[in-house]
Nanobody
Framework: QVQLVESGGGLVQAGGPLRLSCAAS????????LGWFRQAPGKEREFVAT????????NYADSVKGRFTISRDNAKNTVYMQMNSLKPEDTAVYYC???????????WGQGTQVTVSS
């Protein structure tokens, strides 16, 4: 099992920055990748960004490319997402998720609310 705890959400004005953190614990040695997803009110959960635990390869949704940066600190078992130039449409609950090799995202955090005011 892998436990994930997100933090860093809050209220920010449009154009401002915010940094999310996701602390992983448990069987983290088996984690293949960690990802960030978000769900806005009335919408389905969507992919935001992902990073491979080993090697650090990253991938982003087109809507956040150039504005969001995902990174990891293996020593702290923590993944970060630096969000810049935030827009009101970025408002959502942001979730951290982990996947093991050959599997989907089976482990999820409880989510952290990000609200961007115009």
């Amino acid at each position: 099992q892998v436990q994930l705890v997100e933090s860093g959400g809050g209220l920010v004005q449009a154009g401002g920055p915010l940094r999310l953190s996701c602390a992983a614990s448990g069987r983290t040695f088996g984690v293949y990748a960690l990802g960030w997803f978000r769900q806005a009110p009335g919408k389905e959960r969507e992919f935001v960004a992902t990073i491979r635990w080993s090697g650090g390869d990253t991938n982003y949704a087109d809507s956040v490319k150039g504005r969001f940066t995902i990174s990891r600190d293996n020593a702290k078992n923590t993944v970060y997402m630096q969000m810049n130039s935030l827009k009101p449409e970025d408002t959502a609950v942001y979730y951290c998720a982990a996947r093991l090799p050959g599997r989907g995202y089976d482990f999820w955090g409880q989510g952290t609310q990000v609200t961007v005011s115009s």
